[in-house]
């Protein structure tokens, strides 16, 4: 009997979680930074899948083709790290909110993707095992390819620790929901992308990520401009 009702509560707990993640899916925050957090996975993806398979696609990259992939990796990884450590000091005594930091974020993220479009051929993504030996509009260049490894960690770290600030600001006293739904649509929008990386050109690739970013921090800048508005309102938003 003991096992039986600790199942059923359980089952209720999990139920009221469900309840309270489906609530608070549909307010006007945190559908605003759905689109903040959809850009954060198509553009996950994008690093973590995408970018190392053109690199490695471009044969006139020579016999280091192959290896620039692992390069790659650590360069993303070493944004990442510079980022998160950088930014995550910063937000301990930042007077000037999260806005400048996202606002770095995308101008990084835009110059990333404009060297990727100008360094990269446009069918490097769907390129056969053998490679691609078409050109870009400029000599494609293993430097430029490992600098913009950096500026998409770089930039992605941006854009994730000041969502996860901002949802533990907003949603501090339940803060499980907020970041079930961050993770959720997340994953989402990086299975979509894994799934159209297949089919489309790098150019169209970029371009998908240029609108999201856009939109993505525009509503990231609404919700922050709100936020202290939203936690003054009492404990509609934090209580969810």
């Not at 770095?104 to 691609?132: C, E, Q, R, S, W």
Request: proline share 2%.
């Amino acid at each position: 009997m003991e096992v039986n009702e600790s199942a059923q509560n359980n089952l209720t707990k999990a139920v009221d979680a469900f309840k309270k993640s489906f609530k608070l899916c549909v307010t006007k925050e945190m559908l605003l930074l759905s689109i903040t957090t959809a850009y954060t996975g198509l553009e996950l993806t994008f690093f973590s899948g995408v970018y190392g398979t053109c690199i490695g696609a471009i044969n006139k990259f020579g016999a280091e083709e192959k290896s620039l992939i692992g390069l790659s990796g650590i360069f993303i990884g070493i944004g990442e790290i510079l980022g998160g450590s950088l930014f995550g000091l910063l937000s301990k005594n930042n007077r000037f909110g999260r806005n400048p930091v996202v606002l770095l974020g995308i101008l990084v993220h835009f110059i990333a993707f404009y060297l990727i479009f100008l360094n990269m051929p446009g069918d490097a993504p769907i390129a056969p095992v053998k490679g691609t030996d078409s050109s870009a509009y400029i000599k494609s260049s293993k430097e430029v390819a490992i600098l913009c490894s950096f500026l998409l960690g770089l930039g992605d770290s941006c854009f994730n620790t000041q969502l996860l600030s901002i949802l533990g600001f907003l949603y501090s006293e339940d803060s499980a929901p907020a970041f079930a739904i961050f993770k959720f649509v997340q994953s989402i929008c990086a299975a979509v992308a894994f799934f159209y990386s297949n089919y489309l050109l790098l150019h169209w690739q970029l371009l998908v990520m240029v609108i999201f970013g856009f939109f993505g921090t525009i509503s990231f800048f609404t919700v922050e401009w709100e936020a202290a508005a939203f936690v003054a309102r009492g404990s509609d938003y934090r209580s969810i």
